[in-house]
């Protein structure tokens, strides 16, 4: 079976729109979270999130078929990060070619622009609609931008499954390589939906912190007794999955091996998971098991980027599945939700997730559950609280799970081959 690895990683996100940057920041446990600018939103019940600023929109216009003009915020992250994923593998930035495909995933790219062109339609009339309205709101935009700004001819398309979306977007490129159907896959995710419509959406099915305004940086609070819910961000992490007969054959390097990825349903509740995370274990343990791993022999030589969405429902629910898979072993586990520094970026959210256990594995560095200082009964594992700490894993378990029920747990690996494993972080 050929095996995969990631050979590239790009960011943009409320802690930086680069590796360096975003990775530095939060093994530092600071937090991107802050009064929002972007929109007007003073009359909203929640006006703070994870808000990206100062991109450079010279990494996304890079040739005549693409323009920041003629795309949504998601589109562009996706290309500003899948620009900075590629560099950092070391491949092309043009005319890729037909051995390289595109997934990405994306809850809700576009909605900026729907909000927008809507309320143009009905202050303005029909005719001053934008006819880019469609282009730039469909969820295939962002692969499709990515494709033309970096001449990738493989397969292209979207993922959705709310905050899973990237988790099945990062299984669909494993298994795309692993039938031989192409070289290397752009992939990730991207989301874009903090604006007003989004926000108020959230607010009112009660599920975002509503308390915090005055306090931004506080508001994100996984696992603590005292979390009120999540605050949303936005951004992108793209990365490159390649197998290991490209990547031996160019001599390119890698941050971590992909072994499995799996996903269920809950079949329970369209908004609310499953308390006790039945369809979440079952994901877990499927991927632990076709990554040939015993979860007995490797609880304290792993960590866990949770979901960890700072919710009632959640935490409780992700600390049950864990304690159902490991058994008194998951004490031993190290567990971070790097949402309270990021905030939620719902469809992005497992793939900047994969970045930071990737770069956790190559750095040594655990990053911390920050805001976390009043313990609950109910979460009793170790959520590295509030500092990043060194510890060094062979593995990481990166699970997310979606609104519709949507579970997804990815399994990825240390490299340990001297000829492949990449040394800067």
């Excluded at 290397?184 to 874009?192: H, K, L, Q, R, S």
């Amino acid at each position: 079976m050929q095996r995969i690895f990631i050979s590239g990683i790009g960011v943009v996100s409320c802690l930086g729109n680069d590796r360096r940057t975003f990775w530095n920041n939060i093994i530092n446990s600071q937090c991107g979270i802050d009064r929002l600018a972007l929109h007007d939103t003073t009359d909203l019940e929640v006006n703070i999130g994870g808000e990206v600023r100062d991109l450079n929109e010279a990494r996304i216009n890079v040739n005549d078929l693409v323009s920041t003009r003629k795309m949504d915020r998601a589109s562009q992250f996706a290309v500003h990060a899948a620009h900075e994923a590629l560099e950092d593998a070391g491949l092309p930035t043009k005319d890729i070619g037909e051995n390289a495909a595109v997934i990405i995933g994306a809850g809700l790219a576009g909605l900026e622009t729907y909000e927008f062109q809507m309320e143009r339609m009905l202050t303005k009339g029909p005719s001053r609609v934008s006819p880019f309205t469609i282009p730039m709101l469909m969820p295939n935009a962002p692969p499709g931008n990515i494709s033309l700004a970096f001449g990738a001819r493989g397969t292209c398309y979207t993922t959705s499954s709310a905050c899973s979306s990237s988790g099945h977007s990062m299984i669909d490129a494993m298994e795309y390589l692993r039938r031989g159907d192409a070289d290397f896959v752009i992939t990730g995710g991207t989301e874009a939906s903090l604006t007003r419509l989004g926000i108020s959406s959230f607010v009112n099915m009660k599920a975002m912190n509503k308390t915090m305004n005055d306090r931004p940086k506080e508001s994100m609070r996984p696992f603590d007794a005292d979390r009120g819910g999540f605050i949303m961000a936005e951004g992108a992490s793209v990365l490159i999955f390649e197998t290991e007969e490209h990547l031996r054959k160019r001599g390119g390097k890698a941050w971590a091996e992909v072994l499995s990825g799996r996903s269920t349903s809950d079949s329970y509740h369209l908004v609310q998971p499953d308390p006790e995370g039945r369809q979440a274990v079952k994901a877990i343990n499927a991927a632990l098991q076709k990554a040939g791993l015993n979860s007995a022999e490797i609880a304290d030589d792993t960590y866990v980027n949770a979901h960890g969405t700072s919710t009632n429902f959640n935490d409780s629910m992700e600390t049950v599945a864990l304690k159902s898979v490991f058994g008194e072993d998951a004490y031993k586990l190290h567990i971070s939700s790097t949402k309270g520094m990021l905030g939620h970026m719902i469809g992005a959210a497992c793939a900047i997730e994969m970045s930071a256990c990737v770069l956790a594995m190559n750095s040594g560095i655990l990053p911390p559950t920050i805001n976390y200082t009043t313990p609950d009964p109910a979460c009793d594992l170790n959520y590295i609280p509030n500092k990043a700490i060194k510890k060094q894993v062979k593995y990481c378990i990166n699970n997310s799970f979606g609104f519709g029920g949507h579970n997804v747990s990815l399994v990825v690996a240390r490299v340990d081959d001297e000829t492949l494993k990449r040394t800067d972080v």
